[in-house]
């Protein structure tokens, strides 16, 4: 997409199209703060889209295993999918554990500078196993399940995210709030300047 077109579509929608990327280990909290974003920013008016990890790993990403090439691959194509959505004026609010650093670079270069916005959902491991939202690391535990990041595959934390959130401590609504903040600081939306 041409810079004009993007910039019509901008004006149109009386905002700039950015990227929120969630990322954090399985059970942090991620899809939940993303759906709560998404929530309040429909709630204003705001266009926005949230591109869930496993989502699209049920159908866009469906042909990918969990090795270290296909994660990179998986995180990937979610970054230029959520770029794309971007380009259009929306808010792509992603939420997908993207273990490696270099994958979330890749994500941000993706976008022009400064429409790229990393969130680290800093939950610690262990609140993250007791929730076990999706019985995963019961069944890495039980020997059923193999390459489940923070515990038998690694996940590269971030020296400088953008923000940092973490959901064992603060409620989701605080997390939203941070955000949003955060999206209204840099001038995302018209008249915030």
Known sequence: MTVSARSRLESLLRQRGRVVW?????????????????DRLLAEGRPCTHLDGDRLRAGLNRDLGYDAASRHENVRRIGAVAAMVAETGLIAIVSCISPFRAGRQQAREACPPGTFLEVFVSTPFAVCEQRDTKGLYARARAGTLCNLTGLDHPYEESPDPDLVCDAARDPIAACVDRIHATLVRLGTWDGDR
């Open 22 to 38: 969630l990322t954090g280990l399985s059970g942090s909290g991620k899809s939940t703060i993303a759906r709560g974003l998404m």
